[in-house]
């Protein structure tokens, strides 16, 4: 059965870290693009970042150098380091996964809720 299923989100103090991981089916593993998106309260969903098959990464602007993105291809898990949290970053986190390198997501976690509080 095709899954993602994320977990580590919680609540933290600002300047805090958590780590969030995707556990994916292994059928989704082997997809080209495995991704984490966040969406606030009355915002859009929004790219974090992202990882391909090669291990090639990529982030938003708002997290570089605060987040990595890598996976365990071992444990067909994808994970997400944060660290130097802010209160901006508060948002619930979604693991998704795109059979092809680019255009929509094929899979998506049913998210986790990370709150950062000031």
């Known amino acids: 059965q095709a899954q993602l299923v994320e977990s580590g989100g919680g609540l933290v103090q600002a300047g805090g870290s958590l780590r969030l991981s995707c556990a994916a089916s292994?059928?989704?593993?082997?997809?080209?693009?495995m991704g984490w998106y966040r969406q606030a309260p009355g915002k859009q969903r929004e790219l974090v970042a992202t990882v391909t098959k090669n291990g090639s990464t990529n982030y938003a602007d708002s997290v570089k150098g605060r987040f990595t993105i890598s996976r365990d291809n071992a444990k067909n898990t994808v994970y997400l380091q944060m660290n130097s949290l802010k209160p901006e970053d508060t948002a619930v986190y979604y693991c998704g996964a795109r059979r092809w390198p680019t255009g929509e997501y094929d899979y998506w976690g049913q998210g986790t809720q990370v709150t950062v509080s000031s």
């Open positions: 292994e059928f989704i593993f082997r997809f080209n693009v």
